[in-house]
């Protein structure tokens, strides 16, 4: 009795230390977190990244260059993004290995200019051992974190970055930690291969998806090896009738898979077929994913059963690409019939030609009624090739080498005769593209007005404000840009270079040229043309043409003669506007985006609100810009948009960020925003202040909690600002950056509020400090006169309907 007293204690201590190391979460002996270019550490979370210059016995460049961004983002590792380290030649970061294994390496990359150096036009490789990581890597605009699993078998680990030719690398942060032995097999089962298996142990591995089904994003924080995981509602093929469930308090976790595997997030929500609506229902739930073609890929599909009632059988088919990983699956038998247990099954397909891998799970017997079939989790993980390399441009070169070696075996003659043949159609290409030129020359006068050519007799206005919405022949718009001057650039940003334009009838315009290789910015091209010949509002930058000829992306608009918001605020030499001026150009780019939330059928969403995009005329009147982020609204029966997060590092709504939920709501987050960078004159995020003022909207807040927000009051703005109306402008402020969308008024209530907060200031003839005399503050004034609505007190305002107010004022605007 005595003996089994002990050994019964003993398992209960057992159990319980196992469930308190557990809880801790993984410890790894290797971890290297490092923000590089900062000269100081930051904190992401609980983790803390150490700058690369404490210590310089990790780097080895032969010109250390750090560049700090004015780029911002709310994103939870936005401090990351910050700074960076510029390489202009080889240069590496070598960091000692104490457990030889499994290791992450992450690499964070985001572009900005700083100095004479524009990161978005950086090329360059990465290399890690024997391993080649990426080749001739280019990132534009937006920010991206890329992971990798090597296993390390040496005392050290060398990051190699190598710049191409007349370029330079950089890189924002990077980790180096060790993974837990058991979270990446040594071998796995082939599908579609003569082998059965695959040894992983000499390969290195790619995230490239980690979705966590149910429609729910797991954000790193909340997974002990600080993986993020992105909702599947993109990648779901919605013919199979899915349905999303969560019940977190139901996973059970034994001795094994433990959390490191996948958190309970991850295996608490499912994507469920919903076989209530047809009792019969034999259908299979499928994702389609983007991949390189010529790979091996590791996937990992995660069960756990908290969809079932009872432990019936539960066998279930899993296929890639349609052929079986699984015939039949018995979750059941392999979780010894325990509700809630998580299970994982890995399977490697190589994906040959198409640029799609495709994972299904259905039911084994298409008999039973109400078939149960779910997916909890997935992995998909790239191998590296046979070459030791993980990026594609080496197998489009290797097929190139093989294309290359094809045709000279066909035989001198055949080449000779290709070279002959090559020679006559050049020689009448030429001759084709002068005759072409020459018509092009001579018909500058002809537009293309909704794809249909058409002629202006009168050539000297062919090019009227007007005329809006003409495509544009590609000599005329290098005819008004003096052949795309670097001159005449007044901006850069992700989409492309912004120039000053002249057309023939002396109308100023602003041409912005897109890069024509971007995929990205190819859809934000058409996106924003699509949006701006749908509206036309004083308060909205106007389309006057574009260009899509010879695979330009160019987009024309009315000229903004003062710029940007931003400008004015902080980081250039611009005069200071004062508090009336800061105030009617919030009016006035309120009014924008009410029209864009009311103005049509369905709301236009901006989804990048940002002082930088709030434009200037020449008379201060402010005009919301650059729609090709923006998204149409969500039907009548729906809440919300759900899209992958799109936007400007420190506008982004924290409830569309975590949840991908996209809403108007979203757009008046970003402009409460705005709203501070207008009161405090400073950047949303400044890495050079004192960790507590780092994050602009977080610090405000705090002094609009303790109610002394009269304190971080823009210097500039001394004795402009009248106690009432800054209590009136934080309150509105501070609502708009409420945690939950449901909580913040409608853009149309900011605008309400905005106009009283406008005639609380009066028009006591006080002076405009830091005014210079071009500025006309009589523009900036309230469209909305006092004949027309009564203000009367803060009291009497919390009442007011505002739909029938803005009814009326959008009638008014839209004349």
Same mark, same amino acid.
């Given at each position: 009795m005595m003996a089994g007293g002990t050994i019964r204690l003993l398992i209960g201590v057992s159990s319980i230390l196992y469930l308190i190391c557990g809880s801790l979460g993984f410890n790894p002996v290797d971890k290297h977190l490092i923000t590089c270019g900062s000269k100081t550490n930051v904190k992401v979370g609980d983790r803390v990244f150490v700058s690369d210059e404490s210590d310089s016995s990790i780097l080895s460049t032969p010109q250390k260059i750090s560049g700090?961004?004015?780029?911002?983002?709310?994103?939870?590792?936005?401090?990351?993004? +910050? =700074?960076?380290?510029?390489?202009?030649?080889?240069?590496?970061?070598?960091?000692?290995?104490?457990?030889?294994?499994?290791?992450? *390496?992450?690499?964070?990359?985001?572009?900005?200019?700083? /100095?004479?150096?524009?990161?978005?036009?950086?090329?360059?490789?990465?290399?890690?051992?024997?391993?080649?990581?990426?080749?001739?890597?280019?990132?534009?605009?937006?920010?991206?974190?890329?992971?990798?699993?090597?296993?390390?078998?040496?005392?050290? #680990?060398?990051?190699?970055?190598?710049?191409?030719?007349n370029s330079f690398a950089f890189i924002n942060a990077l980790e180096v930690v060790s993974l837990p032995d058991e979270l990446i097999p040594e071998d796995a089962i082939t599908i579609g291969s003569k082998e059965n298996h695959q040894n992983l142990r000499k390969r290195a591995l790619e995230t490239v998806e980690r979705v966590n089904m149910g429609n729910e994003t797991v954000s790193p924080q909340n997974d002990t090896l600080w993986r993020l995981w992105v909702s599947d509602d993109p990648y779901l093929?919605?013919?199979?009738?899915?349905?999303?469930?969560?019940?977190? /308090?139901? &996973?059970?976790?034994?001795?094994?898979?433990? /959390?490191?595997?996948a958190p309970p997030s991850v295996y608490g929500t499912a994507t469920k077929l919903d076989s209530t609506r047809d009792l019969s229902l034999n259908a299979n739930l499928t994702w389609h994913f983007d991949v390189d073609p010529g790979f091996e890929y590791l996937v990992r599909f995660?069960?756990?059963?908290?969809?079932?009632?009872?432990? +019936?059988?539960?066998?279930?088919?899993?296929?890639?690409?349609? #052929?079986? &990983?699984?015939?039949?699956? %018995?979750?059941?038998?392999?979780?010894?019939?325990? #509700?809630?247990?998580?299970?994982?099954?890995?399977?490697?397909?190589? &994906?040959?030609?198409? /640029?799609?891998?495709? &994972?299904?799970?259905?039911?084994n017997n298409p008999d039973v009624t109400y078939p149960v079939v779910f997916l909890n989790g997935l992995e998909i993980m790239k191998i590296?090739?046979?070459?030791?390399?993980?990026?594609?441009?080496?197998?489009?070169?290797?097929?190139?080498?093989?294309?290359?070696?094809?045709?000279?075996? *066909?035989?001198?003659?055949?080449?000779?005769?290709?070279a002959a043949v090559f020679f006559l159609l050049c020689r009448r290409r030429r001759r084709r593209r002068r005759r072409l030129t020459h018509a092009i020359h001579s018909r500058t006068d002809d537009v293309m007005v909704n794809?249909?050519?058409?002629?202006?007799?009168?050539?000297?206005?062919?090019? =009227?404000?007007?005329?809006?919405?003409?495509?544009?022949?590609?000599?005329?718009?290098?005819?008004?840009?003096?052949?795309?001057?670097?001159?005449l650039i007044v901006g850069v940003g992700g989409f492309g270079k912004v120039y000053k334009g002249v057309l023939r009838d002396n109308t100023k315009v602003a041409v912005k040229r897109g890069a024509s290789y971007s995929r990205q910015g190819r859809a934000e091209f058409r996106t924003e043309i699509e949006m701006l010949s749908q509206f036309r509002h004083r308060h909205l930058v106007a389309l006057i043409g574009y260009c899509d000829e010879k695979n330009e992306m160019i987009v024309i608009y009315e000229y903004m003669e003062n710029g940007s918001l931003k400008n004015y605020l902080y980081g250039s030499d611009f005069p200071s506007l004062s508090w009336r001026q800061r105030l009617g150009i919030c009016v006035g780019a309120a009014k924008g985006l009410h029209y864009l939330h009311?103005?049509?059928?369905?709301?236009?969403?901006?989804?990048? *609100?940002?002082?930088?995009?709030? #434009?200037? %005329?020449?008379?201060?009147?402010?005009?919301?810009?650059?729609?090709?982020?923006?998204?149409?609204?969500?039907?009548?029966?729906?809440?919300?948009?759900?899209?992958a997060v799109k936007g400007s590092f420190g506008y982004l709504d924290p409830e569309y960020l975590t949840r991908q939920q996209l809403t108007e709501k979203s757009d008046v987050y970003s402009f409460g925003v705005v709203m501070y960078e207008v009161l405090c004159g400073r950047p949303v995020i400044d890495p050079s202040l004192q960790r507590e003022k780092v994050n602009l909207v977080e610090w405000a807040l705090k002094w609009q909690k303790d109610g002394r927000l009269e304190e971080i009051v823009d210097p500039l703005l001394a004795g402009q600002v009248k106690p009432d109306s800054l209590k009136k402008f934080g309150e509105i402020a501070a609502k708009c950056l409420a945690k939950h969308s449901v909580d913040r008024p409608t853009v149309g209530d900011v605008l309400w509020n905005l106009e009283y907060v406008l005639q609380l200031e009066g028009n006591d003839g006080r002076s405009d400090h830091n005014r210079r005399p071009s500025l006309q503050a009589d523009h900036l004034e309230s469209s909305v006169s006092n004949a027309e609505f009564s203000m009367g007190s803060a009291g009497d305002l919390a009442g007011v309907s505002m739909s029938k107010v803005f009814a009326q004022m959008v009638k008014e605007e839209m004349r």
């Open positions: 700090n961004s004015s780029s911002i983002s709310s994103s939870f590792d936005s401090v990351l993004y +910050q =700074s960076a380290r510029i390489f202009s030649g080889t240069s590496l970061y070598t960091f000692p290995i104490r457990k030889q294994g499994r290791h992450w *390496v992450r690499l964070y990359f985001s572009p900005f200019v700083h /100095e004479g150096y524009n990161l978005s036009t950086a090329k360059f490789s990465v290399s890690a051992q024997t391993f080649t990581l990426l080749k001739e890597f280019k990132i534009e605009s937006g920010y991206r974190m890329r992971e990798y699993s090597l296993n390390i078998t040496s005392d050290s #680990l060398v990051l190699t970055f190598t710049p191409a030719t093929t919605h013919n199979g009738f899915p349905t999303n469930v969560s019940k977190k /308090e139901a &996973v059970k976790y034994t001795t094994w898979p433990t /959390e490191d595997i995660h069960f756990c059963d908290i969809v079932s009632e009872s432990a +019936q059988p539960l066998i279930l088919r899993v296929f890639i690409n349609s #052929l079986f &990983v699984s015939n039949s699956l %018995d979750l059941r038998y392999l979780t010894k019939n325990i #509700l809630g247990t998580p299970y994982f099954m890995d399977a490697i397909m190589r &994906v040959s030609d198409s /640029e799609k891998l495709t &994972v299904s799970v259905g039911p590296s090739n046979s070459r030791g390399s993980l990026d594609s441009s080496f197998n489009k070169s290797s097929k190139m080498k093989v294309g290359v070696i094809v045709g000279l075996a *066909v035989g001198l003659f055949i080449a000779i005769v290709l794809g249909m050519e058409s002629k202006d007799t009168d050539s000297t206005a062919m090019f =009227s404000v007007s005329k809006i919405g003409y495509r544009f022949p590609f000599v005329a718009i290098q005819e008004a840009t003096d052949n795309f001057s670097e001159n009311t103005g049509s059928t369905k709301a236009i969403i901006h989804r990048d *609100v940002k002082s930088a995009n709030i #434009l200037l %005329d020449e008379n201060f009147m402010a005009k919301v810009a650059d729609f090709g982020l923006s998204k149409t609204g969500p039907e009548i029966d729906r809440t919300h948009v759900s899209t």
